[in-house]
């Protein structure tokens, strides 16, 4: 007997298997890499020969795969960070091929391992213990000591081939803006001793340099800069001390690291909402691109060549989801060595992404609710739009977090989620996004809640103006700082709107500054924003919760409970400024279902939802399904979904 039955698109679409953090081995011969193809997320490692893949973990590493991985020097291990319900306090583990996960270093508040010396005695740590992120140095089965201590965080570091030093990015100047590279050994420093780790000065003061990776022979170092507005990529010769730049300015580049011959080096180059890998010739300066389809090829963690000498990257497209690849530089040709999942779904029933812009000066059409603006510099700002396909299609305005980030054209499964629901989704690198260079993202410097707002207002009114749109149903909803973009543009432009989802967002700018991590304080609120105590009006006229009055349609609040970057009292003070003026909500558990209610009250202005076991957002399964459950509900309830998709089985 034979039936078919309509599955459940939302939990099918959550249940894709996802393959992250892949790592390549010392050796070049195994990849590690998280995934959650058995429900749950394991540790799993790929023989590159055979193409075999199996899990070392059966329970011990995180259900989120935020954090990555390394490799042990040794090849039998692999490292991992753990945390508590995904608060992001992380400790470093290690598992070994037979299982047997141990803790290697446990300190109080947030830990990242950086690196792993390749004699395997020292791990490169970063912790904000004492405050600040700063630089411990763990020697294995010894102690961990702090090797830094600054009053600005450091980023992005790495030991040198023979494990003696550390190349790291951090700021020491006067201007907030500033980022310098420093060289300096890893054993800390005594009382007594003067020898300072050393400034390579590498670009302008006020511009941001980094160290990407070192040469093999430890005699220079692959390093980034954007004093020129796009960023480029150069190599540092530590004993000429002067470095050598590379490409022509067309395109903002940002290095990655030197092949294993020292010769070359592999760059990511941003064209417009493409990323793209980029080999150089370091000696002729010659660079060609890999040749892959239009997308987005990310490099992976570890070595990043195999021992045959192939580049490994992660590929992907709108409508293809994340694939692990073998590059071949000689041949250009590729091999996929992981292909993705796709379950009962076909990448055709995903929606492309079309690429546009649109000119903006910040100040849209729809009028200002909150803060009033004169016009900006009129700019181009580039746009993506995924078509659902309905007609007339409701749109979901769908600005992304960071803000230093932008949107690309990569599988997105909260898009494809969207899009399933009858939604058309738009996406705006507003000023501030990456890709554009320098003076694009200073353009978001004490102006939150300014011409970035508007630039994604004025890209919605473009595509609104589209006689396929519905102009009675448009949404806007995001995350982190989308979260917080969802929140202003529902007080700022609630003309445009006729409902608004603020996921884990940022709503009171103070109580942010106050309450996230140290080194989300020092290089997100005060570098944008200047220090609360110096700018109380910006801070005060720039935080959603101040004009909670405006708010003029359905709004729906998610967050973690157990969010450390975006702290959960963001929503419950949003929350508390409604209730302030007379807006009247509805509290909803985990699942979205109303305490005491059957169902939730139709006259309700504001749904509420608090997620426990959850930090700031989650890539488990389960988690993915209950939002997008609450999300979904929210939804059809508010303004209505048509789904387009869907899944049948024969039994």
């Known amino acids: 007997m034979s039936r078919t039955d309509e599955k459940d698109v939302l939990e099918e679409l959550a249940s894709l298997p996802t393959l992250a953090h892949p790592t390549v081995s010392p050796d070049g011969t195994e990849i590690a890499f998280y995934y959650d193809v058995t429900g749950r997320n394991e540790l799993h490692v790929l023989d590159v020969e055979s193409g075999e893949h199996e899990p070392w973990s059966d329970g011990e590493v995180p259900r989120n795969a935020r954090w990555g991985v390394e490799w042990a020097a040794d090849g039998d291990g692999v490292f991992f960070h753990l945390d508590e319900a995904g608060n992001e306090q992380n400790d470093v583990h290690r598992i070994g091929r ?20 390749e004699a395997g005695e020292t791990l490169l740590l970063g912790s904000n213990r004492d405050g600040q992120m700063n630089l411990y140095r763990h020697e294995t089965g010894g102690e961990t000591t702090k090797i830094t201590d600054y009053e600005r965080a450091v980023w992005g570091a790495h030991l040198s081939p023979d494990g003696e030093r550390v190349a790291y990015a951090t700021n020491e100047a006067d201007d907030y803006d500033n980022r310098d590279v420093y060289v300096g050994g890893v054993a800390p420093r005594a009382a007594s001793d003067d020898s300072e780790p050393r400034n390579l000065a590498i670009g302008d003061t006020g511009a941001e340099s ?53 010769d070359r080096f592999v760059v990511s180059r941003a064209r417009e909402a493409t990323g793209v890998p980029v080999v150089y010739d370091v000696e002729t300066g010659e660079s060609r691109e890999f040749d892959l389809p239009e997308g987005v090829a990310s490099p992976v963690g570890g070595e990043h060549v195999l021992a045959d000498g192939r580049v490994v990257l992660v590929h992907t497209t709108p409508t293809r989801r994340p ?8 041949t250009d040709e590729y091999e996929t060595l992981v292909e993705a999942e796709y379950g009962p779904f076909d990448p055709e029933d995903f929606a492309d992404a079309e690429y546009f812009t649109v000119e903006s000066d910040g100040v849209p059409e729809t009028p200002a609710r909150a803060v009033d603006h004169d016009p900006y510099e009129t700019t181009e700002i580039g746009a993506l739009l995924f078509d659902s396909g309905e007609r007339p299609s409701p749109l979901i305005v769908n600005p992304h977090g960071g803000p230093r980030a932008r949107d690309t054209k990569a599988f997105n499964l909260y898009t494809q989620f969207l899009v399933s629901r009858g939604f058309s989704v738009l996406q705006v ?110 801070y005060e006229r720039r935080s959603p919760t101040t004009h909670a009055e405006n708010v003029d349609a359905p709004l729906l609040v998610v967050h973690g409970v157990n969010d450390r970057r975006v702290p959960v009292s963001q929503a419950r003070l949003f929350r508390e400024a409604l209730e302030s003026v007379g807006v009247e909500g509805v509290e909803l558990d985990a699942e979205g279902v109303a305490a005491g209610e059957a169902e939730v009250p139709a006259d309700a202005d504001y749904e509420y939802v608090e997620l426990g076991e959850e930090g700031h957002a989650s890539s488990d399964i389960g988690q993915k399904v209950r939002t997008f459950r609450v999300l979904d509900d929210f939804l059809d309830r508010r303004v209505g979904t048509r789904p387009t998709l869907s899944v049948t089985a024969d039994d």
């Open 98 to 117: 037979d299982g047997g996960a141990a803790p290697v270093v446990e300190m109080d508040q947030q830990v990242s391992l950086y690196d792993v010396g």
């Open 429 to 538: 690198n507003y000023r501030g996004s990456t890709g554009r260079g320098r003076e694009f993202v200073e353009e978001l410097i004490d102006d939150w809640g300014g011409a970035e707002q508007g630039d994604v207002a004025t890209a919605a009114e473009s595509v609104i103006d589209r006689d396929w749109i519905d102009s009675d149903r448009v949404v806007v909803f995001g995350g982190s700082y989308g979260g917080y973009s969802a929140y202003w543009q529902s007080v700022q432009y609630p003309d445009l709107y006729d409902a608004g989802v603020a996921w884990i967002g940022v709503s009171d700018l103070e109580d942010m500054y106050e309450n996230t991590m140290p080194h989300f304080r020092s290089e997100l609120m005060v570098k944008y924003l200047g220090h609360p105590e110096a700018a109380p009006e910006l």
């Open 210 to 262: 980094t160290p990407a990776d070192w040469h093999p022979d430890g005699s220079k170092l692959l390093v980034g800069d954007n004093s020129e507005d796009l960023g480029r990529a150069g190599v540092y010769d530590l004993d000429a001390d002067s470095v050598e730049w590379y490409g022509d300015r067309s395109y903002e580049e940002s290095p990655l690291f030197f092949l294993p011959d020292g």
């Open 323 to 330: 694939e692990l690849v073998a590059y071949d530089l000689d």
